[in-house]
């Protein structure tokens, strides 16, 4: 190959699976005349970030397409009032994306974006050294979306406008935001329907909405329920945060391999410093390069704080969830303590109901008898009078 050649891997679609597009060979020179001038655009803003593609086999995992932070433009072709997001990674373009009205940027976390391109048939990820890079590439984003929106209804209005006297065929009219499928498109941007895809985040953010409760205990049924429905809603809890927790120590493996590539990265780029300071014959451009090494360092040891402090932030997660699980289990015995006492005064009601049953039995013999101790003794008293009378007539005939 000659010198002033260079190979040019655009993404897209291609017949080999998990391939990254169709491979082309330019010449230095014609790196942007192929990407911009056939289309007249320019860029309209530009910023730097890491580039991230999702797997094509799991549509789970983020693989870097750049090995270090590069430049990502927006451009405009105001022929078609088309808007593109491009980024070249030296002789490979990493990312091709057309900004059409169905698109959505979707922030992951707080220096993490992503969106969807069907025509790709991918989901690009940008990872910037800050907040701010972040929420102005998103403005951004929306400000050009909604722009290729009203381009595409003033299309769609003009085509209106123009089908009923012209008569003319829906091949021939073409769409500002879709393009006439020639062979430079078709590599560019890929051709075919739009697909779906769900959008992935590369962090899993774990939440507990749990708060410790430590209500009166009452022995009775009612607390009974209460407990077994709050220990039913605490082991719900608890598998949510278990999975969770999987997902979790899965992403800490891939953040700890993406740490370890960072690190050999900023060890090359430390040697490669130390080498381009031995040589002096090229001072001019050895202080721009180091410039360029000491920015990427930089923006190296940002993301390895980063992820430092989501470790952190996933181990009092993780720390947390012991905890609530402490307190389940203190809920369980808690509960058990309070079923056996249900059971013992069950078991004291029954003794009583019995002891109960037992005395009005008592009562009710005490009662017969009683009666029947009245009605004797009425006859007693009956013949007493009776005999008493008898000795007053003795008494009175003597």
């Known amino acids: 190959m000659e010198a002033e050649e260079m ?5 897209g679609r291609c017949s080999a699976p998990g391939g990254i597009g169709e491979t082309m060979v330019l010449r230095h020179k014609e790196v942007h005349h192929f990407f911009f001038l056939p289309f007249r655009e320019q860029p309209i803003y530009s910023t730097r970030a890491h580039v991230f593609q999702i797997d094509p086999n799991t549509k789970k995992n983020w693989m870097p397409t750049s090995k270090h932070a590069v430049t990502v433009s927006y451009f405009y072709d105001s022929t078609r009032n088309v808007y593109r997001i491009i980024s070249l990674d030296g002789s490979k373009a990493i990312i091709n994306s ?3 009205p169905n698109m959505t940027f979707t922030k992951t976390s707080h220096k993490f974006g992503q969106w969807a391109d ?3 048939n991918t989901v690009y990820g940008l990872g910037f050294s800050s907040e701010h890079h972040l929420a102005k590439f998103a403005d951004k984003f929306a400000e050009y979306k909604e722009a290729a929106r009203m381009a595409k209804e003033k299309s769609l209005e003009k085509m209106d ?3 009923s006297p012209s008569q003319e065929s829906p091949a021939d009219i073409h769409s500002p935001l879709t393009p006439p499928v020639t062979a430079d498109l078709c590599r560019i941007n890929g051709t075919g329907d739009d697909v779906t895809l769900s959008d992935v985040s590369p962090n899993s953010m774990l939440q507990s909405d ?3 409760t430590t209500p009166t205990l009452a022995h009775s049924p009612t607390t009974n329920k209460h407990w077994e429905a709050e220990l039913a809603a605490l ?5 949510k ?3 969770a927790l999987l997902e979790s120590t899965a992403n800490v493996k891939q953040w700890k391999q993406q740490l370890a590539a960072y690190q050999e990265e900023a060890e090359r780029l430390h040697k490669r410093v130390s080498e381009l300071e031995s040589q002096s014959s090229q001072t001019n451009v050895i202080k721009s390069q180091k ?3 000491n920015q990427t360092i930089e923006e190296l040891e940002c993301t390895l704080k980063a992820k430092e402090e989501e470790m952190v932030r996933l181990k009092e997660e993780v720390e947390n969830a012991k905890q609530l699980q402490t307190q389940q289990d203190e809920l369980t015995k808690k509960l058990e303590d309070t079923d056996l006492r249900n059971k013992e005064l069950e078991e004291q009601l029954a003794d009583l109901e019995q002891r109960l049953e037992s005395s009005q039995v008592d009562q009710e013999n005490l009662r017969k008898n009683l009666k029947t101790l009245l009605e004797i003794l009425d006859g007693k008293i009956f013949e007493l009078t009776e005999l008493r009378d008898n000795l007053a007539k003795l008494i009175e005939d003597s």
């Open 161 to 163: 406008l123009a089908s």
């Open 7 to 11: 190979v040019i891997h655009l993404p």
């Open 235 to 239: 082991k719900s809890n608890n598998a």
């Open 98 to 100: 057309t900004i059409t």
């Open 291 to 293: 410039t360029e090494l």
């Open 118 to 120: 069907s025509r790709a």
């Open 241 to 243: 945060l278990t999975a």
């Open 210 to 212: 749990l708060s410790p």
